[in-house]
């Protein structure tokens, strides 16, 4: 999940911040290895939370 999410974000921003230019794979898989190894350890803290909540918010109903 974090590797495919960090690699669409990274993507759009990557196109979206330098264009459409020669280079742009390479530069955008640096950036890709950078957001996910930011992504990676965010997803393993932060999916038990968000379960917890939608355990708390589906009991509530």
Known sequence: MSG???CLVSFI???RGV?????RVALWLTKWM???AVA???VLVV???ARRM?????RAT
Do not use: R, Y
Request: glycine residues 8%; proline residues 8%.
């Open 4 to 6: 495919m999410m960090s």
């Open 13 to 15: 921003s990557t196109v």
């Open 19 to 23: 264009g459409l230019i020669n280079g």
């Open 34 to 36: 950078a957001s996910w």
């Open 40 to 42: 990676f350890p965010a």
């Open 47 to 49: 999916a038990p939370i």
């Open 54 to 58: 939608v355990m708390a918010l589906t």
